[in-house]
């Protein structure tokens, strides 16, 4: 289909400053968990975002020198010209694709501990640096501001000669230029104080970076819009004043703001477009364009912010992990085809953990080089096999989808009423509305494929399965919340666990209405105790939740949300006892132990809601293993994340019938 007219305003080429997009589609620059250390992965990865329609597609963070080294998490880096081929694979393959390649140049400052490089830290002052580390920063005297504009400088020049397009003076979130700019910078020399001295350093970085490589290179700057407040009320008095003295020095901005957990905010939280509000007045300023971000899915948003003269490009980060392709879609008319972010930031894990960026939407994020995955084609069928799909999850829905593409006689049997598993449960908890869309691109797909089939409420036996004779059975039945409290805490199960009192996430998912007051006991450490103490405080019930871990959701942190997570149920009046464990669980309350001390104290309950570990319901797969070719996938396999599950049924179909690799099940980059 022709894409309809009132899009093609997105796909007009925009001049940036010596250099000229080819549409509005702006890949800002976001962390891969691949860095200095990948750089095949990040090529293939960032390849794919150009082949996809993004008209530029820029790096990660790129430290310019090793005082500025943020490991164990993995930034490119540009300290020394033997960086400058590597990462000239990434230009080479945003290229191939007529896309515009940006590098964001980075110094940390304090947000550098220097783990890896020893280097001594640097900022405007000495103070604490890293998160809960245990280093301070030097206090930099005018040889070192000398020697960062210096590395900046030389940094910028390997970037041209890597082949970039757009080189960026960051200025944003909590690295080194943004503590020269906020007001916490209190120097009493011409880089500290007034608004003018604050921003000189920054003033001076765009200037010399335009002199080093503006003939052929556009520079941009990454610069926060607020210093801090409420989320719909920020306070962008400063940031207002700094870009009317230095709106029209850079070629772009490329617009922020101060909170980065309402900037990454996840859709529990925070929705679509939410930095408008604090980001519209940029284009009233400065005559250079702009871009910002705010996890659009939607073309109609995207379209609005443009026509209205909010942003020239359309900056996104999140949706084009989960779609590459959305530009092309739009293009092509094919809209409803846009794989939406569900805004879970499962993306932003894979930093945070030092490992490659993965993703619940698109599970071939991340794959591109090392199993050469694409988001967009799949290899054909090795076989005619036909494939019975026991379980309509999110495994076993992707699996289908994949199976199908590749052109597999697929049927798929769900025992429930609706699709989607666990995902339609869950999305009816407070703020998981979104994550629907897992259930929903799949449903979609499907409703395309004449080789794909469903049927609903069709519980099916070994003597069913082995009665339908597939050639090949996949079990995607998923996974049950244990009853007994079995899990990180306890290896044994709580005393007490068969009173009558005690119910899962499973019976509060299924409709079970518990009696008050409820403990729910938190040994699982993401999203889903939390949520479940709100849901039951929505309902009227006085609610503690109890957790070993010293703060609530505490793997939540990697998704960065931990913190509004914590500030919402204690703003609901939801008690919290942390450091905390059950030993036993009695009629009318529960026994809870302080794991430090081992002091104990009674909690009333008249209900105890235990989320502790999780039950694969893989009956029917040990039922049949040694009769037919059977396998397991999702939580039925491992219990784990959506995104686990959604990788684990992708998995599955990409491998049925392939060539196994030999050795290692992927690539790896020495």
């Known amino acids: 289909m022709p894409r309809d007219p009132r899009f093609d305003i997105l796909f007009e080429p925009v001049p940036i400053g010596p250099v000229t997009a080819p549409n509005r589609f702006y890949q800002v620059p976001h962390c891969t968990g691949m860095g200095y250390r990948r750089p095949q992965s990040l090529a293939a990865l960032r390849g794919v975002k150009a082949e996809g329609g993004w008209g530029t597609v820029c790096t990660e963070y790129c430290s310019i020198h090793p005082s500025s080294d943020d490991e164990p998490f993995p930034s490119a880096s540009l300290w020394d010209d033997h960086d400058v081929s590597a990462l000239a694979m990434t230009v080479d393959r945003v290229h191939e694709h007529g896309a515009l ?33 245990p280093v301070q920063t030097k206090a930099m005297d005018k040889r070192d501001i000398r020697d960062v504009k210096q590395w900046h400088r030389e940094a910028a020049i390997r970037a041209e000669q890597a082949g970039f397009d757009i080189i960026y003076v960051y200025a944003a979130h909590w690295f080194l230029i943004s503590q020269f700019l906020m007001p916490s910078n209190r120097r009493t020399d011409e880089y500290g104080g007034s608004v003018e001295n604050r921003a000189r350093l920054l003033k001076e970085l765009i200037i010399e970076t335009k002199e080093a490589v503006g003939d052929t290179c556009a520079v941009a700057v990454r610069f926060s819009a607020s210093t801090g407040g409420p989320d719909h009320d920020q306070d962008t008095a400063e940031p207002r004043e700094m870009i009317e003295l230095l709106g029209e020095l850079p070629d772009l901005w490329d617009i922020n703001v101060r909170d980065y957990s309402f900037e990454m905010g996840t859709s529990r939280f925070v929705p679509e477009a939410a930095l408008e509000d604090t980001m519209s007045w940029v284009k009233s300023v400065t005559t250079k364009p702009v871009v910002s971000v705010g996890r659009f899915t939607s073309p109609d948003t995207m379209l609005r912010l443009v026509r209205q003269g909010i942003v020239d490009l359309v900056g996104a980060a999140r949706p084009s992990i989960a779609d590459p392709f959305i530009p092309q ?9 846009i794989r939406e972010c569900i805004g879970c930031n499962i993306c932003y894990t894979g930093d945070q953990t030092g490992t490659p960026i993965r993703c619940t939407q698109n599970p071939t994020m991340g794959e591109e080089w090392r199993k050469g995955w694409h988001p967009e084609h799949i290899p054909a069928k090795g ?34 009423r609706k699709l989607g598993g666990r995902v339609t449960l869950e999305c009816e908890l407070p703020g998981l509305r979104q994550w629907d869309r897992v259930r929903d691109w799949r449903l979609n797909q499907i409703s395309k494929m004449e080789n794909v089939e469903y049927y609903l409420e069709s519980v099916v036996d070994r003597e069913q399965v082995l009665e339908f004779a597939a050639d090949r059975v996949v079990v995607a039945t998923g996974a049950t919340w244990r009853r007994d409290g079995i899990g990180r805490s306890h290896n044994q199960e709580i005393p007490g666990w ?52 010293n703060e609530v959701s505490t793997w939540t942190n990697h998704t960065v949300e931990q913190h509004r997570i914590q500030t919402q149920i204690l703003t609901l009046g939801i008690h919290i006892k942390t450091g905390t464990s059950l030993s036993e669980i009695r009629s009318g309350g529960v026994i809870a132990e302080c794991i430090y001390t081992g002091r104990t104290e009674e909690i009333p309950a008249a209900t105890v809601v235990l989320a502790t570990s999780r039950m694969p319901q893989d009956d029917l797969y040990y039922a049949l293993r040694d009769e037919i070719d059977i396998e397991r996938i999702g939580d039925c396999l491992a ?19 392939a060539v196994a690799p030999v050795g290692m099940p992927f690539l790896r980059e020495r």
């Open 383 to 416: 076989s005619d096999s036909s494939v019975l799909i026991v379980g309509g999850g999110p495994a076993g829905l992707e699996a289908a989808v994949a199976l199908g593409k590749r052109g597999y006689a697929v049927t798929l049997a769900e025992a429930r």
């Open 498 to 549: 068969q009173t009558p009192s005690v119910m899962t996430p499973d019976d509060v998912l299924g409709g079970a209405v518990p009696d008050g007051p409820v403990v729910v006991y938190d040994d699982d450490h993401y999203y889903i105790g939390g949520v479940m103490a709100e849901k039951l405080r929505s309902n009227g019930l006085e609610v503690t939740l109890v957790t070993p871990a």
């Open 101 to 133: 390649a940006g590098v964001e140049l980075w110094h940390g400052g304090a947000g550098s501990k220097n783990f890896y490089s020893r280097e001594t830290p640097l900022g405007p002052s000495s103070s604490p640096a890293g998160v809960w580390d």
């Open 329 to 337: 879609k739009i293009d092509e008319g094919r809209d409803d085809e």
């Open 639 to 657: 219990p784990g994340t959506i995104a686990t599950a959604v990788y684990s049924g992708h998995k599955y179909a990409r491998e049925m019938d």
